[in-house]
């Protein structure tokens, strides 16, 4: 099993819609999770950094987290074609030897259609 | 912009050759990483300082492998008698204080052949 899992897509939606991102975790102990934006044949960019279970707003996105069922979500409101990129999940493994170090999901490719 | 830049930005070199890749971190960045990226993966750590110690290794990290961070400012990444399979964009990343909160440079895209 991996640690990470995303669907990786590819993901359609048409602009203006709302995009629905979707993240597991094994690790029922990890503190810190991240949503990373990467276009291709870039860098991961922060998007957003959520550690509590919950709703997280900045912007057009919203992070949502729930520990008891080791799952993060990343919700895209009003989405533009400038949001077509990859998304990563990536989260503060514990059982990975430091509590330092993410692990990423594979990422889930969104397209956003004029 | 994060403030972290990687040099070179492209590299490519012939399989057998030894490579070498730089990382700058922003000077609050205490802590830095480096990762692996290949085509359709997410990022998979190899190593980790804090300062100037290394204080984790990643089972990817080959002997072939080696990282230093002298004087916990910047850090370099080798790899020695490069395999094709070592073609990936290599990703350096930092933090400081007590978040997790990683910030990426560009990278550094190696193409062995």
């Known amino acids: 099993q991996k640690e990470v899992e995303q669907n990786s897509g590819p993901l359609s939606v048409p602009e203006g819609a709302i995009a629905s991102l979707n993240c597991t975790y094994s690790d029922r102990g990890s503190q810190s999770f991240f949503w990373y934006r990467q276009y291709s044949g870039k860098s991961p960019e922060l998007i957003m950094s959520i550690y509590s279970n919950g709703d997280k707003e900045d912007g057009r996105f919203t992070a949502q987290l729930n520990k008891a069922s080791q799952y993060v979500s990343l919700l895209i409101r009003d989405s533009q074609p400038s949001d077509s990129a990859t998304y990563l999940c990536?989260?503060?493994?514990?059982?990975?030897?430091?509590?330092?170090?993410?692990?990423f999901g594979s990422g889930t490719q969104l397209t956003v259609l004029p | 912009d994060t403030g972290v830049s990687q040099n070179p930005r492209h590299k490519i070199t012939k399989r057998g050759q030894n490579v070498t890749f730089r990382c700058d971190p922003i000077?609050?960045?205490?802590?830095l990483y480096w990762y692996r990226q290949t085509l359709g993966q997410g990022p998979e750590f190899l190593t980790y300082f804090q300062n100037e110690a290394q204080l984790e290794k990643s089972r990817l990290l080959s002997d072939r492998f080696s990282a230093e961070r002298p004087k916990g400012s910047f850090s370099t990444l080798e790899i020695q008698r490069t395999e094709q399979g070592d073609s990936a964009m290599y990703l350096c990343?930092?933090?400081?204080?007590?978040?997790?909160?990683?910030?990426f440079g560009p990278g550094t895209r190696l193409t062995v052949l």
């Open positions: 990343a930092g933090t400081s204080g007590s978040t997790d909160t990683q910030y």
């Open positions: 990536a989260v503060n493994i514990l059982s990975s030897g430091s509590a330092r170090q993410l692990t």
């Open positions: 000077s609050e960045h205490n802590r």
